[in-house]
Nanobody, 125 residues
Framework: QVQLVESGGGLVQAGDSLRLSCVVSGRTLSTTIIGWFRQAPGKEREFIGGINKDGTLTRYIDTVKSRFTISRDNGKNRVGLQMNSLKPEDTAVYYC??????????????????WGQGTQVTVSS
């Protein structure tokens, strides 16, 4: 059974950077698509980006495309989310998720069958 654990969240000021990490266990990471989502209070869970199995393809939503970067180290079973130029509207709980059966990065939460517990990111103005 695949398990995911996020870390790296915290309280930062607008313009700062944070790097989130997602450690995956229970499955070979090179066989798994990883997506990153976030959920702000009162809002639905939102896809922000994802990376394919070998790390050659990433996909982002427009609001983070120039600021966030997803990378993976399959040898260390770890996926990172580098977030630069953070804005107050980036405040949310951030989740990594695993798609163990798909072939491409999906935007829908329903494409993913395992989730981490989330890590809080708060950006003050």
């Amino acid at each position: 059974q695949v398990q995911l654990v996020e870390s790296g969240g915290g309280l930062v000021q607008a313009g700062d950077s944070l790097r989130l990490s997602c450690v995956v266990s229970g499955r070979t990471l090179s066989t798994t698509i990883i997506g990153w989502f976030r959920q702000a209070p009162g809002k639905e869970r939102e896809f922000i980006g994802g990376i394919n199995k070998d790390g050659t393809l990433t996909r982002y939503i427009d609001t983070v495309k120039s600021r966030f970067t997803i990378s993976r180290d399959n040898g260390k079973n770890r996926v990172g989310l580098q977030m630069n130029s953070l804005k107050p509207e980036d405040t949310a709980v951030y989740y990594c998720a695993a798609d163990t059966t798909g072939w491409t990065v999906g935007l829908s939460p329903f494409s993913y069958d395992a989730w981490g517990q989330g890590t809080q990111v708060t950006v003050s103005s």
